[in-house]
Nanobody
């Protein structure tokens, strides 16, 4: 497993942007499929986006398509989530996660490495 640490969360007004970063430990980062999930108060954790080890394959939740972009820099062991046109309903704790064999899965149970989360709050 890799150790993951997220950063970049904060408070932003609706329509604004944030970029989340997730730094991984270890030398096998490029072999991991990486995902972003989020959890709002009182709700279940939900899939946001995922990216393949090479960075070519990507998958998004429908509600964030066209607004969010997932990317990675394997030389820096980092995965990013660029979030534009933020809405109040995007407010949640955002987690990055990794898996070796389950691909661009939307199921959080398929990811076995998790960060501690970073809070994103979008005000109206």
């Amino acid at each position: 497993q890799v150790q993951l640490v997220e950063s970049g969360g904060g408070l932003v007004q609706a329509g604004g942007s944030l970029r989340l970063s997730c730094v991984a430990s270890g030398r096998t980062f490029s072999t991991y499929f990486m995902g972003w999930f989020r959890q709002a108060p009182g709700k279940e954790r939900e899939f946001v986006a995922a990216v393949s080890g090479s960075g070519v394959g990507k998958r998004y939740q429908e509600s964030v398509k066209g607004r969010f972009t997932i990317s990675r820099d394997n030389a820096k062991n980092t995965v990013y989530l660029q979030m534009n046109s933020l809405k109040p309903e995007d407010t949640a704790v955002y987690y990055c996660a990794g898996n070796l064999v389950m691909g661009l899965s939307t199921d959080s149970r398929h990811f076995n490495s998790w960060g501690q989360g970073t809070q994103v709050t979008v005000s109206s």
